[in-house]
């Protein structure tokens, strides 16, 4: 590290100074109470975990796992992972907390996630994610209960209008086995034109060629057999119950038969939904039903579906689309409270307490009144409030309201009331 860098934020982090913490706050708090609609508790994992983890779960031949995850090994020597994700962490607490005695368990997350990216608008090595988890029930309706809780979301974000639910079925295990056969013969026919980590890839898992981003491979993508062509009954019932519900909730979606999930543990629906206006990284939600995942990290056979929201990512389409959440609210212009000589600074600490229980105050004292009121101009307050040797000897304040300039000398006992009428 240079001298000079050592003051900057590690690349592909940023601080979030309040302006934005106020909207990502808000945004949070507005997902957080859809979801409490929907009877989800929030879960809070920690923000590492033993590697294997991440590892065993996402699959090796991952991007995540094969070149983004922060791994280190902690003074003890144990190699520990800077979560990417949330789900595999959601679900080793599952089955850390023994949770699978009551299901379905219904859950809901929000925290930071580390991928070693390439930095990018909306692609970040610290980033932020949303997210809901449903473990236990096997059903088609849990597909439904949380597209529709995502499109709620979205919706109550006021963004569902500039996104798009793309929405495609990987089938059962069955299906997928034999899709799988199908699409290594038909990359093997094409192994020539295949980008060296789809080659891999069609070693370990060749359904994860689907996802890559290699203009070579997309090109053999488009013409790569489908998956519903080798559903099981089943597998077709099932993706039928998802589809006919969603329209049924007058849930708009467009099929994507080359939709898959960048992990190796999904089964049956998988759904993004996605925009063109944040460029290569349009996808604003992601997620599916993983029915293997549980079972997999040494849990009960209990199937799951989830998604998560990258916030970085519904921050920017907020800010491209509509500029401003609906309801959210900028931080409230402060009241100023201002001690006409040093003499009354400690009134004027008790009454800045005092309405503090009401409205935000900020207390400016020191220097002479002009200087005090140049000070007080930066909060830009509708109201200053004056305690002067007058107005202690008689319990009273001067407002002073800003936009006409005009003074009110009012009662302390009146002030909470007076000023309220003004604030609104
Ligand atoms: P992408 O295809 O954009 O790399 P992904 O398939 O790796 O996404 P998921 O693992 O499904 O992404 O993560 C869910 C969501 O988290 C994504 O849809 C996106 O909104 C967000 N996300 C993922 N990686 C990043 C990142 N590096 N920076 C910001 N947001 C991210
Ligand atoms: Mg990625």
């Known amino acids: 590290m240079s001298p000079n860098n050592k003051l900057q934020p590690v690349r592909g982090t940023h601080d979030i100074l309040p302006e934005e913490a106020a909207r990502r706050r808000y945004l949070e708090d507005a997902m957080a109470h859809v979801c409490a609609m929907y009877g989800y508790g929030e879960i ?4 590492f975990e033993f590697t294997d983890v991440f590892h065993r779960t996402l699959g090796d031949t991952s991007d995540v796992v094969t070149k983004e995850t922060y791994t280190f090994n902690d003074r003890g020597n144990e190699s520990l992972t800077l979560r990417p994700e949330f789900t595999a962490a959601v679900v080793r607490a599952f089955i850390s907390n023994a949770l699978q005695e009551k299901l379905p368990f219904k859950a809901f997350y929000c925290g930071p996630a580390f991928r070693y990216e390439r930095p990018q608008k909306g692609r970040l090595r610290q980033f932020h994610q949303f997210g809901a988890e449903c473990l236990g029930l096997a059903e088609p309706v849990a597909d439904i209960e949380m597209i529709a809780l995502a499109d709620h979301m979205l919706s109550k974000l006021g963004l569902r209008e500039y996104v798009t639910l793309e929405l495609n079925s990987l089938g059962d295990t069955q299906s997928r086995n034999t899709y799988r056969t199908a699409l290594v ?20 898992n060749p359904l994860r060629i689907l996802d890559s981003k290699d203009p070579a491979d997309r090109a053999l993508i488009a013409d790569a ?32 038969s080359r939709l898959v999930r960048g992990l190796d543990y999904y089964s049956h629906t998988v759904f993004e939904f996605t925009t063109n206006a944040l460029g290569a990284q349009g996808t604003v939600l992601a997620g599916g039903r993983y029915d293997g995942l549980v079972a997999m990290m040494g849990g009960a056979d209990v199937p799951g ?23 959210f609210k900028p931080a409230a212009v402060p009241l100023v409270v201002i001690p006409v000589d040093d003499a009354q600074e400690t009134e004027a600490l008790r009454l800045t307490q005092e309405l503090r229980r009401h409205f935000p105050v900020e207390l400016v004292t020191r220097g002479n009144m002009s200087k005090k009121m140049k000070r007080a101009a930066r909060h ?3 109201v200053v409030l004056l305690v002067g040797e007058n107005e202690v000897q008689n319990g009273t304040v001067t407002v002073k309201h800003m936009q006409d300039g005009s003074q009110h000398n009012i009662a302390r006992s009146e002030l909470a009331a007076h000023i309220a009428a003004v604030k609104n």
């Open 44 to 47: 809070r994992t920690p923000i």
């Open 185 to 204: 013969e038909y990359f093997n026919d094409h192994r020539t034109a295949l980008s060296a980590d789809s080659l891999v890839r069609l070693e370990k």
């Open 225 to 256: 057999p489908d998956a519903k062509a080798y559903f099981t009954r089943y597998a077709e019932d099932f993706f039928g119950t998802v589809t006919s519900s969603l329209e049924s909730l007058e849930i708009p979606y467009t099929l994507n």
């Open 305 to 327: 579906v989830g998604f998560a929201a990258g916030i970085e990512r519904l921050l920017a389409l907020t800010e491209a689309m509509i500029q401003e959440s609906p309801g």
């Open 380 to 382: 830009n307050p509708n």
